[in-house]
């Protein structure tokens, strides 16, 4: 195989769930198109490493600063839910159903790892809250051991800040089955039941 093709295959590797088969099926995807779609998806990579930032307040993906949701003035001012990643505010906007302010961590407290709430956005989360006007922080960290201990570190973080602090229900999903569960998710089910 040619230089430019292996370059290709292995930098497409480093994408997360990309292995070499499929690296391959793209690279002779992206061969298959004329020049200008493979050109089109260049372009549109690089302008998007160029051109995308963190938002200064919630640290969104953005390529305006502040971002369109910490500016949009109908939104709910003194709600703000935390989340990982920047995709999480993309899931949760796809919902429809939450209208308040975000804060990305980029990540998770992972002490074993050597990451702590230094190595992530937990200082301007702290900072946003102790400003004023924020009444609920809504924790909305994955229902994993690297989420619960982020959501522990965020509860210590604001504990004397005097803010309603809530977390995103955990359990069953919608349409599922409770032979398929393990005990541990219908416990925690069992726990976050609601009045009926």
Do not use: W
Request: glycine share 6%.
């Amino acid at each position: 195989m040619s230089r430019p093709l292996e370059n290709l295959i292995y930098e497409l590797t480093k994408l997360p769930g990309v292995g070499d088969k499929s690296a391959e099926r793209i690279l002779y995807y992206i061969l298959e198109q004329d020049k200008e779609e493979a050109r089109g998806l260049a372009k549109a990579i690089v302008d998007a490493a160029e051109n995308i930032e963190e938002c200064s307040i919630c640290h969104n993906f953005t390529d305006d600063d502040p971002c369109d949701i910490c500016t949009d003035e109908s939104r709910d001012r003194t709600t703000i839910c935390v989340v990982e990643r920047p995709r999480d505010v993309a899931s949760m906007e796809k919902t429809n159903s939450y209208h308040g302010l975000y804060h990305v961590l980029h990540g998770t407290v992972q002490p074993t790892r050597g990451i702590f709430p230094s190595d992530l956005r937990f200082a301007s989360l702290v900072k946003r809250v102790k400003d004023g006007g924020i009444k609920e922080v809504i924790i909305a960290t994955n229902p994993t051991t690297d989420g619960d201990t982020t959501a522990m570190y965020i509860q210590e973080a604001l504990k004397d800040t005097g803010v309603l602090m809530t977390r995103i229900a955990h359990g069953i999903p919608v349409g599922g089955n409770l032979e398929y569960y393990d005990e541990l998710t219908i416990e925690t089910a069992l726990k976050n039941r609601v009045s009926y």
